[in-house]
C-alpha cells in the first residue's frame, strides 16, 4: 500500500515506463485494476525453496533497469535479484536485517525511524521526484466490481454504513468481540448507522462475527468474505471504518474513508494513518505524558483491552463532526 506513491510517481515521469510489482498473495490483490501497475507477480515466501523457484520461473523473462526494494526482510532480496535490474535500490541498512543490505547496488540515506510511508518516499531521491510532491494511492476497483458493490449496498436498509474490522493476522492486536458488540448496539441506537463487519474468512475472524451478531441481537450486517477485492469494495463504500492495525485500516485511508484506528500493541504514529484521520486514533501505546515517537517499535503485549467502547464512541462523535 505504501508503495503505491512510487509506481505513480515513475508513470508521470513517463508512462511508457513498465512497473512491474512483486507481493505476496493477498497484497498482490489490492493492486488488481491499478492505473500505474502494469504487471504484478505474486510470491508464496512461506513456500520455502519452491516459492523461491515459482519465482524465478516467472521472473526468468524480467529485465529490468531499476528495482525499488522497500522491504527490510531477507525474502525481499530474491525479486530483486531476479529483476535483473543493474540498479537496486534499498533501505538504510539500519532499517534491513539478514544481509539484506549487501544486495543493494545503492541504499538511502540513514536517519530516524519515521512513519512508514514516510520512509517509503524516501525512495523518490531514486527517481528524482520531489520528496514533497503530491502523494496519491489510486485504488481502483473495476466497472463490475462497482456494480457489485452497488448490489451489495442496496441490500442494506439505506443507513450511513459503518464498517468494523472483526480481526487481524496477529491476534494481540486484535479487540474483544464483546467490545465490538457493544460498540455496535450504540452505532445503531445511537448514532442511527448500519453495522457492517467485514474480515477475511479465518476461523477466528467468523467465531467473532458470530459473537458479536448473537450480542448484538443480529443486527450489524455479516460481510466477511474470502477477497480482498470484495473488502476494499465494502471498505469503498462505507461512511466510516473501526479497525486495528490492520490492511483494511490503510485501505480505507488510501480510499479516503475516515478511520478510527485502534493501536495499543503497535504504535499508531509508526505504522497508523498517515497525515490524514490521526484525530480519529485511540492511542493506548504511547505511555501517559509522552509525546507522540514514530521511533518506537517494540509491540506491548495485552494492552488491547485498555481500549474502551467509550474510547471508540468519543472517536465516532469527532468523525461526525469533522468529517459528516
Known amino acids: 500500500m505504501h508503495g503505491l506513491p512510487l509506481a505513480l510517481d515513475l508513470k508521470a515521469i513517463d508512462q511508457d515506463i513498465e512497473v512491474t510489482w512483486v507481493a505476496e498473495a493477498a497484497p498482490a490483490q489490492v493492486l488488481e485494476h491499478h492505473p500505474a501497475v502494469d504487471r504484478v507477480v505474486t510470491f508464496d515466501s512461506r513456500a520455502g525453496l519452491a516459492g523461491v523457484r515459482a519465482l524465478r520461473d516467472a521472473m526468468v523473462d524480467t529485465r529490468a533497469q531499476l528495482t525499488l526494494n522497500v522491504q527490510r526482510y531477507f525474502k525481499s532480496v530474491w525479486p530483486s535479484l531476479f529483476s535483473g535490474a543493474p540498479v537496486r535500490v534499498g533501505l538504510p541498512p539500519s532499517k534491513t536485517r539478514d544481509g539484506v543490505r549487501y544486495f543493494s547496488t545503492h541504499v538511502l540515506e540513514e536517519g530516524p525511524w519515521k512513519h512508514s510511508q514516510d520512509l517509503f518516499l524516501d525512495f523518490r531521491w531514486a527517481l528524482g521526484v520531489p520528496r514533497d510532491a503530491p502523494v496519491g494511492w489510486d485504488i481502483t476497483l473495476s466497472a463490475e466490481e ?42 445503531d441506537a445511537d448514532f442511527d448507522m448500519q453495522v457492517l463487519l467485514v474480515g477475511g474468512p479465518s476461523e477466528r475472524e467468523r467465531r467473532a462475527t458470530e459473537t458479536i451478531r448473537i450480542e448484538a441481537g443480529g443486527r450489524p450486517v455479516d460481510g466477511l468474505g474470502s477477497s480482498v477485492r470484495h473488502l476494499m469494495s465494502l471498505v469503498a463504500g462505507s461512511r466510516l471504518v473501526v479497525a486495528p492495525d490492520t490492511g483494511p485500516l490503510h485501505i480505507a485511508h488510501a480510499l479516503d474513508v475516515p478511520v478510527i484506528g485502534l493501536f495499543a500493541h503497535t504504535n499508531p504514529w509508526r505504522v497508523g ?52
Open 146 to 187: 462497482r456494480a457489485e458493490q452497488a448490489r451489495f449496498f442496496a441490500r442494506l436498509d439505506g443507513r450511513p454504513v459503518v464498517s468494523l474490522v472483526v480481526g487481524s493476522a496477529n491476534p494481540k492486536k486484535d479487540w474483544a468481540a464483546e467490545r465490538y458488540a457493544r460498540l455496535a448496539d450504540a452505532l
Open 273 to 324: 494513518p498517515w497525515r490524514r484521520y490521526r484525530d480519529l486514533i485511540v492511542d493506548r501505546y504511547t505511555e501517559a505524558g509522552d509525546d507522540p515517537d514514530p521511533s518506537a517499535y517494540l509491540p506491548k503485549d495485552d494492552r488491547m483491552d485498555w481500549i474502551t467502547v467509550d474510547d471508540v464512541l468519543a472517536k465516532v462523535e469527532v468523525a461526525r463532526s469533522r468529517y459528516p
